[in-house]
């Protein structure tokens, strides 16, 4: 079995120029993650959220972008998660997505603010059913005695809500969205001299730099 220190690769997949880019990083990253979708990259919309506790300490976890443009990145979850309490503490955050086949990241730095009541609602009524349940069940980040104590709540969720054609959603369930303050993509290059752009704002507009790798 090989060691991970011999764990390598060379990227060699592209090439990446301020040129190459939308003016837009919103629609540039939307881009991206069509582009790695069609490729049958898994999960091409999900990236890693990154919070900071009150005592400083940086926190990150995956989570799935549902909506990605000009306004920033909308994500949904359980408001009284551990990242909701972070992020109603400080409403900042990062998001960073990597698709390995493509030797591409893109990380972003922003604002963070609810979206509203009746979004959360649009797009929680397209969820499965099964998942709409879910989010009633989990008091998600919460210590549980037991996954049998998961299920129980379950089930019992499942009763209450047998026919009932519209579950509605939770009210500590929705989305945040992200901004866009400082958003860089990367390509891997060979021998690790990478191409970045990053995108910084210049009044209402953006302008696009490149940084060593
Ligand atoms: C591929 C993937 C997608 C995920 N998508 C979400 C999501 O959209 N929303 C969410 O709340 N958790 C999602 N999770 C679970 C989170 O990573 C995390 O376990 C959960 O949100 C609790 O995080 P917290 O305790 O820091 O709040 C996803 C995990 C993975 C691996």
Partial sequence: MSSIRDI????TKGTLSPGDLSDCPGD????????????GIVDANAFTLSTMSTAGYPSGRVVLAREVDANGVVFY???????????SGLSKAGATFFWSAL?????????????SDEES???FASR??????????S???????????LELKLSNLEAQFDGVDKIPR????????????EVEFWQGRASRLHDRVKYIKVGEGWKKVILQP
Avoid: M
């Fill in 8 to 11: 390598r690769t060379d990227y």
């Fill in 28 to 39: 540039q990253l939307r881009l991206w993650i069509e582009e790695a979708d069609k490729c």
């Fill in 77 to 87: 979850t359980n408001k009284q998660s551990a990242k909701g309490g972070e992020l």
């Fill in 103 to 115: 030797q591409r990241q893109v990380r972003l730095t922003g604002k963070v603010i609810e979206i």
């Fill in 121 to 123: 609602d649009r797009y």
């Fill in 128 to 137: 499965p059913r099964a998942s709409q349940i879910g989010a009633h069940a």
């Fill in 139 to 149: 008091d998600q980040s919460r210590e549980i005695s037991s996954r049998e104590e």
């Fill in 170 to 181: 939770p009210k500590h369930w929705g989305g945040f969205r992200i901004s866009l303050e």
